[in-house]
T-cell receptor, first 113, second 114 residues
Framework: KQEVTQIPAALSVPEGENLVLNCSFTDSAIYNLQWFRQDPGKGLTSLLLIQSSQREQTSGRLNASLDKSSGRSTLYIAASQPGDSATYLCAVATTDSWGKLQFGAGTQVVVTP | EPEVTQTPSHQVTQMGQEVILRCVPISNHLYFYWYRQILGQKVEFLVSFYNNEISEKSEIFDDQFSVERPDGSNFTLKIRSTKLEDSAMYFC????????????FGSGTRLTVV
């Protein structure tokens, strides 16, 4: 069974610092991995999707890497802003169950002005 | 940008009552999903749906739950006899194909069972 872990559980940084969020998964037979942002009491906003054949994806200040062999993905957010404060979730779909996302517990990020 | 729309945003119901949560997936998407998030816990998969059939369901999705696509636009989750432990945020999601383009989630329905 796929287990997804996110470390750290919470992170507080001053504005302007780069953020590094980690996601690990136990089953390397992944179909894809998706990073989401969740604001308190709100829905899930997709940030980046990495297919199993890809090593990284970039969108603006966001960059996500994928290393299937070590079971890790890292989300980098450059030059953080207070508006980046949210919970970031990692979700993995495996090849034998591509329609079923397994979520991590998330990393709660606070960016202080 | 196309959105997945969920209604209502918040529903309060008495234990034992039936509830129907509604979703309008993105119009050209073919695969539909329900997830839930109990307060303070991980987002959990409930069910996936394609071609008017359940593709996969989790152990949470027991006989109390059912899904339906009653027309060409709506996708519903019914809980027949709600329990206190059904209180959660329920998310609907859709994808155009077999997940290759990712999954788009709605903003959720917060269900409170009292």
């Amino acid at each position: 069974k796929q287990e997804v872990t996110q470390i750290p559980a919470a992170l507080s940084v001053p504005e302007g610092e780069n953020l590094v969020l980690n996601c690990s998964f136990t089953d390397s037979a992944i179909y894809n991995l998706q990073w989401f942002r969740q604001d308190p009491g709100k829905g899930l906003t997709s940030l980046l999707l990495i297919q199993s054949s890809q090593r990284e994806q970039t969108s603006g200040r966001l960059n996500a890497s994928l290393d299937k062999s070590s079971g890790r993905s890292t989300l980098y957010i450059a030059a953080s802003q207070p508006g980046d404060s949210a919970t970031y979730l990692c979700a993995v779909a495996t090849t034998d169950s591509w329609g079923k996302l397994q979520f991590g517990a998330g990393t709660q990020v606070v960016v202080t002005p | 940008e196309p959105e997945v729309t969920q209604t209502p945003s918040h529903q309060v119901t008495q234990m034992g009552q039936e509830v129907i949560l509604r979703c309008v997936p993105i119009s050209n998407h073919l695969y539909f999903y329900w997830y839930r998030q109990i307060l303070g816990q991980k987002v959990e998969f409930l069910v996936s749906f394609y071609n008017n059939e359940i593709s996969e369901k989790s152990e949470i999705f027991d006989d109390q739950f059912s899904v339906e696509r009653p027309d060409g636009s709506n996708f519903t989750l019914k809980i027949r006899s709600t329990k206190l432990e059904d209180s959660a945020m329920y998310f609907c999601a859709s994808s155009p194909g077999q997940g290759m383009s990712g999954y788009t989630f709605g903003s959720g329905t917060r269900l409170t069972v009292v």
